[in-house]
């Protein structure tokens, strides 16, 4: 085997919304990091999630085979209840072809770590720190310490700066052959960093941009008048986050520790390309940064990310290197590509059992699809599934009810076309209704089963 003389570096962030610069982000977001790797890089401005959730999405992205082909439906699933190791992953498609494979915190999902895994050399777990009681909903016992929100208590550096360091200390100039993977944990829960990121942060920040209301009101349903009965069932799950914040008159602050948080990771990536710079190892190194899902704050009075909307799977995904032409791709893309796209860009043998696209290519298929329910780790099975192209999005939720959107018009999802449709509607609506159900999976997977013992090679 001839030995690699590029390099990877693979970073994830971990609920990372669109709230960024380079794809129009929240008028608050700082993210000059984001920007400057954009400024060099494909830039995929429709790139979606398989899943609004990180144990599926992770799944799908690192192995290339979408939750309807695993079984692995939610985050009670992981990605050893499908498959036997990692091995079959991007890491371990890498380390098979030679590559030096060294990780730091949340790369796959799961909460146990071992350095001693099947498809990395080296590995820093990720280590989520000790839990704080910052925000009042936290100290009211309104919401669980890992939900907490606002300045690290004594300005204390989070984790990520420690697994930033340590891919960092082993990215010297003159590698060849490195695979290096840095996923960073924030702006995942809680939103806890050091207070400067805060600074940087307006004490009022806007409202989430398409929230469609002056102020968020928990009580003002009007933005469900047109959603259908199954989609009312999985948001009012996640109401009651907005509701405490309301009680506790914490909203905007809630909205501003995301930002901070997203400001925070953004600092560490500039650590980052400050030392892809230092090091000059632009000249052998792609990089590549995707975010396994979006984020939803009140849009809709929904909160996080379990749902099929556009604020819940729309993510950053950007790859930058010696043989990359800086662009936009602003053609649909699933992080189930990402797979295939990074094998044909480092020259290695394709999987077979991959499932989507090379997105660097022209055989990229134009539309995303993505799945999520309620009871997904159970026997009560609902299953819903979106389609997403340039210009629609088609979500057919399991009792056969229906939203249709128009992104040329609503890009923020606000009027659902197929609201009681008439039979006008349907005729109207027809041919991208045929086009959208086409890119629908036609079956499903049973859910993954969930095996009582990690996997010999551990989990990650």
């Known amino acids: 085997m001839t030995p690699p003389t590029q390099n990877i570096l693979f970073i994830s962030i971990e609920d990372l919304n669109d709230w960024i610069e380079p794809l129009g982000g929240h008028p608050d977001t700082i993210t000059p990091n984001m920007q400057r790797l954009a400024d060099r890089a494909a830039l995929f401005t429709n790139a979606y999630a398989?899943?609004?959730?990180?144990?599926?999405?992770?799944t799908a992205t690192l192995f290339g085979r979408n939750p309807w082909e695993t079984g692995v439906y939610a985050n009670q699933q992981h990605w050893?209840?499908?498959?036997?190791?990692?091995?079959?992953?991007?890491?371990?498609?890498?380390?098979?072809?030679?590559?030096?494979t060294i990780g730091a915190g949340?790369?796959?999902?799961g909460k146990q770590h071992t350095n001693t895994t099947s498809c990395w050399d080296e590995f820093l777990p990720l280590d989520q720190g000790p839990p704080t009681f910052v925000s009042k909903a936290i100290q009211n016992g309104r919401m669980q310490p890992?939900?907490?929100?606002?300045?690290?208590?004594?300005?204390?550096?989070?984790?990520d700066q420690t697994a930033t360091n340590f891919i960092l200390n082993r990215m010297s100039a003159g590698s060849t052959g490195q695979f290096w993977a840095l996923g960073l944990?924030?702006?995942h829960l809680p939103f806890i960093v050091p207070q400067r990121f805060f600074d940087a942060i307006p004490k009022q920040v806007a409202n989430p941009p398409g929230m469609g209301l002056n102020e968020f009101d928990p009580e003002n349903k009007t933005l469900w008048a047109r959603l259908p009965s199954a989609a009312k069932r999985m948001v009012k799950t996640w109401l009651k986050t907005g509701v405490v914040l309301q009680e506790t008159n914490e909203y905007h602050d809630f909205v501003r520790a995301y930002l901070a948080s997203i400001h925070y990771a953004d600092f560490l990536l500039g650590q980052v390309l400050d030392h892809m710079d230092k090091t000059k190892l632009w000249d052998n190194t792609h990089v590549v940064l995707w975010s396994d899902?979006?984020?939803?704050?009140?849009?809709?009075l929904m909160f996080r990310k379990f749902s099929l909307w556009e604020r819940a799977?729309?993510?950053?995904?950007?790859?930058?290197?010696?043989?990359?032409?800086?662009?936009?791709?602003?053609?649909?893309?699933?992080?189930?590509?990402?797979?295939p796209t990074m094998l044909n860009l480092a020259g290695l043998n394709s999987d077979p059992n991959h499932s989507g696209?090379?997105?660097?290519s022209s055989k990229i298929s134009n539309y995303a699809c993505a799945t999520w329910g309620i009871n997904q780790d159970s026997n009560d099975i609902k299953t819903a599934i979106t389609v997403r192209s340039k210009t629609h999005r088609l979500i057919m939720y399991w009792n056969n009810e229906m939203e249709l959107y128009d992104h040329r018009t609503d890009p923020f999802e606000h009027t659902n076309l197929l609201f009681e449709p008439t039979a006008q509607d349907l005729e109207t609506y027809e041919p991208i209704l045929t086009e959208l159900l086409d890119q629908m999976p036609q079956s499903f997977a049973e859910p993954a089963k969930i095996k009582q013992s990690s996997p010999q090679n551990g989990t990650v």
């Open 50 to 58: 398989a899943a609004p959730a990180c144990s599926p999405s992770r």
């Open 293 to 300: 899902h979006g984020w939803q704050l009140g849009e809709k």
């Open 106 to 109: 949340k790369v796959f999902h």
């Open 146 to 159: 890992n939900n907490d929100f606002g300045p690290s208590p004594e300005n204390a550096e989070p984790f």
């Open 313 to 339: 799977l729309r993510v950053p995904l950007m790859i930058a290197g010696p043989t990359i032409t800086p662009a936009k791709i602003d053609t649909p893309t699933s992080l189930v590509d990402l797979a």
């Open 357 to 360: 696209n090379d997105m660097l």
């Open 80 to 100: 050893h209840h499908h498959f036997s190791d990692q091995n079959h992953s991007i890491i371990g498609h890498f380390k098979s072809a030679g590559y030096k």
């Open 185 to 187: 944990y924030r702006p």
